[in-house]
């Protein structure tokens, strides 16, 4: 499929800046040279203004158009993954079309040489019975294939067990705490004695938490904390990840569990993370959600049912 | 709870240790060290866990754990490394693997991270020929 | 009596293409079964026929590539694109290349031969006496 191109018409010119301003500037440069000191003086003033001011809106030009790319890589990147699911399972769809192709037509055949009565000759009766066979062979095909979109659906699943809460967390604490602390942040464990424990996809919440982790240690600047806490709240186990960055401003709140949505500068951090964290705890059977004071930090927290 | 365990690192005094750890619980263990090495030994025998250094001559962990899975989907992976890269532990969590660990590791716990690790393996298993 | 009209048949599932045959010529048609594009060139290069029946995925010359070289070696040939995988896009490429028609698996016989019988009427009525 072709991407989709802007067309050239809604561009805005180059030539002014490529042209026009260093055409002006340079003529006001030597104009310069042979007017008097105060012309040649606003000369000067003049020239310079023309090219900071051609240089400032280039610059914005080109910081936009690199952030209209980022986007579009995004949101390529999440379309192809959908995609490659999609197509995965249409693909596997599809390879059973062979095996029904041939089964009908074996059947077609077996009908006919049915419908011939005692009439039919031994050659056909034996076509029958090579029919009949092949439609079983081509039966256990459907089966296989059948069985492997069955298998792919099976890993979307959560596969549960029962752990301690803190031994599911506590590796990827250690894990992001080693670079934390090279960046002066800390990590501060506040798990909950006595909780009971928890039945979840173990590596499925590691990797959520390694998700929050790191995007604490990214908003937190040095000298500043991180608390991985534990606890209970009825029926409910929770998994706090807090931490005394800047914050999630009120207009960015609504969106941070977006799939594109990222605060960082464009090329770096992907903004899936957090949507695909947010969707894994679903399907865990619990929910993510986020709290924050701009400016004092922002606490996420992963609630699971007991 | 007989399992099997493939230990895979380059780096001999640890996984010497390792494997006598692991015999002395009477735990099967075969050490590998290195990628290929491992990915040849899976092919031939039949494994429950393994234990995956990250950074290794040749073939590095996240291309052996990438390899593993598709070959052997079933069989779960604790990476074990001094590696503590945040990037490769978001790699290889995504990539299937059921831990994490940093080294130095003390033997009992890494035995019961193995043990559930096994756990996931035979749930995994059940559910398949469900 | 008609002329039997002559069928290639070209499709990589040798049990499909082979029960097809058998099934068309106990019906009174005359056919050819080819497993691949080239197989098919080399058969239209011997001799030509009226109504080609292509599958689109084959390894090696898909349908797709197949369709203008099977169609440039048998200009008077029809083509009837028969098909497990329905795609809007490769449906619509395919007819404007040149196909008569697109039908998708599985698929009963008797459409099959109905398709095959109407693709070839049409190409009849049209042909100059």
């Known amino acids: ?306 | ?130 | 009596m008609a002329e039997p009209i002559r069928v290639l048949i070209v499709d990589d599932e040798e049990r499909f293409r082979d029960t097809l045959a058998k099934l068309l010529t106990r019906h009174g048609f005359t056919v050819r079964t080819a497993g691949g594009g080239t197989e098919a060139l080399a058969l239209l290069g011997q001799a030509p026929c009226d109504v080609i029946v292509l599958d689109v995925k084959m390894p090696g010359l898909t349908g797709q590539d197949a369709l203008p070289l099977l169609r440039a070696a048998c200009p008077e040939a029809e083509v009837l694109v028969l098909t497990g995988h329905a795609s809007v896009d490769i449906a619509s490429a395919m007819i404007a290349g040149g196909a008569a028609d697109y039908l998708l698996k599985p698929c009963p016989t008797d459409e099959l031969e109905g398709a095959i019988r109407a693709v070839y009427d049409r190409r009849q009525a049209t042909r100059p006496r």
């Not at chain 1, 000369?43 to 910081?63: D, E, K, M, N």
């Open chain 1, 1 to 306: 499929m072709k991407p989709e191109t802007r067309p050239d018409v809604h561009a805005p010119p180059l030539w002014p800046h490529t042209l026009l301003a260093p055409v002006l500037a340079g003529a006001a440069v030597l104009l310069a040279l042979i007017a008097p000191p105060v012309i040649g003086f606003i000369l000067a003033l003049f020239a310079g203004a023309v090219c900071i001011g051609s240089a400032l809106i280039l610059a914005r030009r080109v910081r936009q158009g690199e952030q209209e790319v980022h986007e579009l890589d995004l949101r390529l990147l999440q379309s192809q993954k959908l995609a490659a699911i999609g197509e995965l399972s249409s693909g596997i769809a599809h390879e059973i079309n062979n095996p029904l192709a041939i089964i009908t037509q074996e059947l077609d055949l077996v009908r006919e040489i049915a419908g011939e009565g005692p009439d039919c000759s031994a050659a056909d009766r034996a076509e029958s019975r090579d029919s009949l066979r092949e439609i079983g062979k081509q039966v256990d095909r459907c089966r296989q294939i059948t069985h492997k979109l069955l298998n792919f659906a099976r890993k979307m699943e959560p596969v549960l067990q029962e752990e301690a809460l803190d031994q599911v967390i506590e590796d990827m604490a250690l894990l992001v705490e080693r670079e934390a602390l090279g960046r002066g942040v800390s990590i501060v464990r506040d798990y909950a004695p006595g909780l009971p424990p928890i039945c979840t996809d173990v590596p499925l919440l590691r990797q959520v938490i390694l998700n929050l982790l790191t995007n604490a240690m990214h908003a937190t600047p040095e000298g500043g904390a991180i608390t991985l806490g534990t606890r209970r709240d009825n029926d409910k186990l929770l998994i706090e990840v807090r931490d005394t960055g800047c914050g999630i401003t009120p207009a960015n709140m609504p969106k941070i569990f977006d799939p594109f949505f990222t605060t960082k500068e464009p090329g770096k951090g992907t903004g899936l993370g957090l949507s695909l964290s947010h969707g894994i705890v679903a399907r865990l059977g619990g929910t993510l959600t986020a709290t924050s004071t701009p400016g004092k930090g922002a606490t996420f927290t992963v609630s699971l049912p007991l």
């Open chain 2, 1 to 130: 709870m007989a399992f099997r365990v493939l230990a895979v690192d380059d780096e001999t005094d640890f996984i010497e240790t390792l494997v006598k750890r692991f015999t002395f619980r009477q735990i099967p263990v075969t050490a590998a060290g290195n990628g290929p090495e491992a990915l040849a030994l899976l092919d031939r025998e039949a494994f429950d866990v393994v234990l995956l250094d990250m950074r290794m001559p040749g073939m590095d962990g996240l291309t052996v754990l990438k390899e593993l899975k598709k070959r052997h989907p079933l069989v779960e992976v604790i990476i074990l490394t001094g590696h503590a890269s945040i990037e490769a532990g978001m790699q290889g969590m995504s990539l299937g693997a059921y831990d994490y660990v940093l080294k130095p590791v003390d033997f009992e716990e890494l035995l019961e991270k193995t043990r559930k690790a096994y756990e996931r393996k035979k749930l995994n298993e059940a559910r398949n020929t469900a």
